[in-house]
């Protein structure tokens, strides 16, 4: 959803959703990140009921885990990032949320609980442990109809922890608030209070939810850029302590043609069905 080339595709009126697909990929270690984001066009694109092929990865589905086989090129210094991630959920959702008055934009928390095993030959790195999987989804760019949100999720002991900040253009907010158990049983909740957090490098505005007069800190910054963050922070979600995942979107900022410019180098795109690259 946030191409440069679907943008500019749209604005000729030639936006094909399947020519413009990628699998993101992020691995943060201490000493090291590795990133991969390729857009591939329709020629390189597969799918079916349980199965989706992007270029030489695919992800599939067997009724009981959702598995990546993972096979791309990191960016901006090549090498090949080659693994499989599999996602064992432990119950799935039924349904989706609006985001917006008009009704255009949806959020659906497939499998807020989950098991996660990663296994990676290159970088060679092996994991397991909570994870989560959701998907949005709409009929429209998301820069017309949002400034931007911001969502984190936390793993706690009774449940995945969801928070959802959304700012509309015509300058109404609106907050989700939930807790997901392991049978996929939704809580409604709350909003809890809203703590201020220092800006990234780039400048991008943070804040978080978390319980009142307690403390809310930043771990570590895991994505900075122009528009986005990913973060990890520790804080007390109603009563407990939390680690929690977190993202700010600007949509000011993704929309600005110095920005829309940039992405190619996060983000380059190949339309052939071939692989030049091997490493």
Not at 56 to 65: K, L, Q, T
Request: proline share 6%; hydrophobic share 40%.
């Amino acid at each position: 959803m946030f191409s440069p080339y679907y943008a500019l595709a749209r604005r000729f009126g030639r936006g094909d959703p399947l020519n413009h697909c990628a699998l993101n990929v992020a691995i943060y270690g201490q000493q090291r990140k590795h990133w991969a984001m390729t857009e591939r066009g329709r020629a390189a694109i597969r799918r079916s009921k349980n199965e989706f092929v992007i270029g030489p990865s695919r992800i599939d589905w067997n009724g009981e885990a959702l598995t990546f086989t993972i096979d791309e090129v990191a960016v901006p210094f090549p090498h090949r990032l080659q693994g499989v991630v599999r996602v064992y959920p432990s119950a799935l959702t039924r349904n989706a949320f609006t985001l917006d008055a008009a009704g255009r934009h949806r959020w659906h928390p497939i499998a807020p609980c989950s098991q996660v095993e990663v296994d990676f030959r290159r970088p060679s790195t092996r994991w397991l442990g909570e994870g989560y999987f959701d998907m949005n989804y709409g009929e429209a760019p998301l820069e017309h109809d949002f400034i931007g949100w911001e969502w984190s999720r936390a793993d706690t002991g009774k449940g995945t922890v969801v928070s959802y900040d959304m700012m509309a253009r015509s300058q109404d907010a609106s907050s989700l608030a939930m807790r997901f158990d392991r049978t996929g049983t939704v809580e409604h909740l709350e909003p809890l209070p809203r703590a201020s957090l220092d800006s990234t490098g780039w400048r991008v505005a943070r804040t978080a939810r978390a319980d009142a007069q307690q403390l809310v800190t930043v771990k570590r910054t895991l994505e900075d850029a122009p528009f986005y963050a990913r973060s990890q922070l520790s804080a007390k979600l109603f009563g407990e302590t939390a680690e929690i995942v977190h993202e700010s979107l600007s949509l000011d900022r993704f929309r600005m043609p110095i920005v829309q410019a940039m992405l190619p180098f996060r983000m380059p795109r190949r339309s052939r069905r071939t692989e030049p690259f091997r490493f």
